[in-house]
Each structure stands twice: as structure tokens, then as C-alpha cells.
């Protein structure tokens, strides 16, 4: 069949269940989807989805053809990563993913370097907490975070740079009501700990949760309570202070990741270069070595 373009679609709603999820994870608009899976339909003949208030779901016709259908993509993907093992050029597209902090707090500076050495690299920075798929040419390369004592996928491959510590932070001069007890400011799923309280600090019985870092960093600078920062993120802001008797969490490792098929590519190597090392001379504060927070104001 010809039609990949429609099948590509096709598999994008079947994936994601919704016409606004493919749109986003193909970069195209809700209606170039609809009109591409309409014309598949038309062309087969028959109806590939049923139009529910959640969003869509398969068909029997529709279910027969999904697996060839992820077949197909997945060929394509394999095609488009061989040949871009290929390119040895220092031009064209690059794809970085990474966390949010990593890129304003580390490596901003080395980004810039490397865009103006590299001008002609058309290099995007995503910065996200959520861990995008390099198999599938989401990105070409992917500085992450691997939790606990985990490893990266063996179809990756990377390269460890350093611990990635955390310790729990406070207003270095508290606002407001000093009497008032201090909240745990906690993210998505964080329980506080069970194991450490701040020594001579009163903590309130309800934590305060945020969705995102930022949000959180904000209102621990505010004085509204403690939480638990990267070390790197927390050490340098010169508003916090650890909390008393704060231990350093060996929360997980930061490793350098690329696709097998893509990483001798000219312009993955030298962004890789570049990342390693910048990393190598910063991760003393990623595992909250250097410059330290003093506690004795919080």
C-alpha cells in the first residue's frame, strides 16, 4: 500500500485515542488528521474508528490493520535512524531532550556555544520531565535522569556522568509569622519523610502540593515551607538554605543517551561532546559537593 502518510495518522489516533493526541505527537493540525484518516477510510472502504465523547475507538476492521500498522511505523522509524547514522554533516535537524532545570541551570551556556559554533544545526530543546522515546525518533539525544539503582534501556547508548542528589531546602529568612509551623511542599506522588524532620523547626501535619518544580521553588523562597530540591537547583540560590541536619539524597544518576543506530552521526557526537563535558565540571554541584547551603538562618 502507498498510502503511508494516512496509515501514519491512522496509527497516531489509534495510539494516542484521541484526534488532538495524534495531532501533537505528529506536529500536524487536528484537521490535516481527520482529513488523512477519512481518506484511508474511504479508500478501504470501510470504517477504521468509532467517535465516542472520550475520544475514538477501533473498529474490528480498524483492529485487524493496527498491528501492521505499528509494524509499518516502526520500519519507518528504522529507516529514517539508518539513514541518519549516515549523515556526516553539521547541518540539519538535532533534537535534545532533557529536564527543565538542567537546561536553565547547567547547560544553557554550553547550548549557546554550541549553537553559534554550529549555525547551521537546527537544534531543538526539549525541555520536559517526561522521558521521550529515542527508538522512535522522538529525539536524538536524551540527558535523563535514571531513578534509584536502574539502568537505560539496553536499545540506548549512553554513558553515566554523575550522581543526582537531592536535600531538602528552606527560606534562608522566613517571612511572615515566624511562630507559624512550616509545610512540606511536596510534587506529584512525594511523601514527606518518615525517617528526618528539620532539627528545632515545627512541621505542619498537612503538606502543600504543587504539579511542577518551579511552582514549589517559588513558595519554598516565599517561606511558605521545606522541600526537596536538587542539590545543584537549591545550592545556588542564594535566597535557601539547607534545613538543619538536611541529609543528601543519592536519588538517582544522570546519563548521556543516544539511539544505537544514530549515535556516530557528526552532529549527535559533537552535541554529545559538548554535554559530557560540561557535566564533568559540574557534577560536584549535581551531587551537592560544592557550595553548600549554610542552615543557620532558616
Not at 175 to 185: I, K, N, T
Request: glycine share 8%; net charge negative; with cysteine.
Amino acid at each position: 500500500m502507498d498510502h503511508w502518510d494516512e496509515l501514519r495518522m491512522f496509527f497516531a489516533v489509534a495510539e494516542g485515542g484521541t484526534v488532538r493526541a495524534a495531532a501533537e505527537a505528529l506536529d500536524l493540525n487536528h484537521a490535516t488528521v481527520l482529513r488523512g484518516v477519512a481518506r484511508l477510510e474511504q479508500r478501504l472502504k470501510t470504517k477504521l474508528f468509532e467517535k465516542l465523547p472520550s475520544g475514538y475507538r477501533l473498529t474490528s476492521a480498524g483492529a485487524d490493520i493496527v498491528d501492521l500498522a505499528a509494524q509499518m511505523s516502526e520500519a519507518s522509524t528504522k529507516i529514517e535512524g539508518r539513514i541518519f547514522a549516515r549523515d556526516q554533516s553539521v547541518s540539519g535537524p538535532l533534537r535534545l531532550t532533557l529536564p527543565v532545570s538542567f537546561a536553565t541551570d547547567l547547560l544553557m551556556e554550553t547550548l549557546t556555544e554550541f549553537r553559534s559554533a554550529y549555525p547551521d544545526i537546527a537544534l531543538e530543546i526539549i525541555g520536559t520531565g517526561t522521558v521521550a522515546n529515542l527508538s522512535n525518533r522522538e529525539a536524538d539525544v536524551a540527558l535523563r535522569v535514571v531513578l534509584g539503582n536502574g539502568s537505560p534501556p539496553e536499545s540506548l547508548y549512553g554513558s553515566r556522568l554523575c550522581g543526582f542528589h537531592t536535600a531538602f531546602y528552606g527560606c534562608r529568612d522566613r517571612h511572615g509569622d515566624v511562630s507559624s509551623c512550616l509545610a512540606w511542599l511536596l510534587g506529584p506522588g512525594e511523601v514527606a519523610p518518615s525517617d528526618w524532620v528539620p532539627e528545632d523547626i515545627e512541621m505542619a501535619a498537612t503538606p502543600v502540593r504543587f504539579s511542577e518544580m518551579r511552582s514549589r521553588l517559588q513558595a519554598t523562597r516565599a517561606g511558605m515551607g521545606i522541600t526537596s530540591l536538587p542539590c545543584f537547583v537549591g545550592d545556588a540560590d542564594l535566597s535557601l538554605s539547607r534545613a538543619p541536619g538536611s541529609p543528601v539524597i543519592h536519588t538517582g544518576d544522570v546519563w548521556l543517551l543516544t539511539h544505537v543506530d544514530t549515535r556516530q552521526t557528526l552532529r549527535v557526537r559533537l552535541l554529545c561532546d559538548r554535554i559530557r563535558d560540561t557535566m564533568r565540571t559540574v557534577s560536584a554541584r549535581v551531587e551537592g559537593r560544592a557550595d553548600a547551603a549554610r542552615s543557620d538562618h532558616l
